[in-house]
């Protein structure tokens, strides 16, 4: 049984996903951490799947990367949840393939877990070194300012595309959700703050080479107040995970 699960969510990444799983075999490898890579082809449109199956190949890691895939196009959220059905390990981490974050930040994820339920990546961490073009700036300040208001959630930053769990609390936290698509992130947190979960945030260097389209930000915003009106005012999640309790995710056989 795996120690820790890495889940690589793709969408049209064929550039990118063979180096993405090379490189986080080779740091986990190097940590002596026993582990799998999970990458999950959110409906790409190009080469993903292919790449990712030829890496795996000519790598000879066939026992340890699994290539999920499904269409049409489903959203990030749902490519975690679909990485996480197919996980085997103690520690789950997900991280983003356009390795916009440098899979060199998992061995310290991981390790901080033995003092926390969930660490996350913040751009907002005084130590963080964040790249980013100054529109797409000033719009994750406003995103992040609004979610904390609207979900009253401590975390400084929901977005960045790097967290780690115990696998005990994303079971947890998924037996809740209902988000797929653009505020997952931010769904994860509202619910961990309902469960009272530990969570602690870390430094991260990131490169955001891409702005946000506007399509995707008036997603992420109907997907934050579809959030704040299920925990604050349907008390949804609270009543889900109190009726689901002691339920979790199977884990796939060995």
């Not at 999970?38 to 190009?46: A, L, N």
């Not at 997907?223 to 925990?231: E, N, S, T, W």
Request: aromatic residues 8%; glycine residues 6%.
């Amino acid at each position: 049984m795996p120690e820790v699960s890495v889940i690589l969510p793709a969408h049209d990444e064929e550039e990118n996903i063979g180096r993405a799983i090379s490189l986080v075999h080779r740091i986990m490898k190097g940590l002596s951490y026993d582990h799998e890579i999970v990458v999950v082809d959110d409906g790409s449109s190009d080469n993903t799947f292919s790449e990712a199956v030829k890496a795996r190949s000519s790598l000879e890691l066939e026992s340890l990367v699994k290539v999920v895939r499904y269409a049409p196009n489903r959203g990030k959220g749902y490519a975690i949840r679909k990485g996480f059905e197919n996980s085997r390990g103690d520690y789950v981490v997900f991280i983003d393939s356009d390795l916009d974050i440098s899979p060199n930040h998992l061995g310290h994820y991981v390790g901080a877990l033995r003092g926390a339920d969930i660490v996350a990546a913040s751009k907002f961490h005084p130590d963080s070194r964040v790249e980013s073009p100054a529109m797409r700036k000033v719009l994750s300040l406003a995103y992040h300012w609004l979610a904390r208001l609207l979900l009253g959630i401590s975390v400084t930053d929901t977005q960045a595309g790097l967290k780690a769990f115990k696998r005990e609390a994303l079971e947890k936290v998924m037996s809740a959700m209902v988000v797929k698509r653009y505020a997952f992130d931010a769904e994860v947190f509202a619910i961990a703050e309902i469960c009272k979960f530990k969570v602690k945030e870390l430094p991260v260097h990131i490169n955001l080479r891409a702005g946000f389209s506007g399509r995707n930000v008036a997603g992420m915003l109907v997907d934050l107040l579809g959030i704040a009106y299920r925990k604050r005012v349907k008390h949804y999640y609270q009543k889900i995970l109190e009726s689901r309790a002691g339920a979790a995710y199977r884990r796939p056989p060995r």
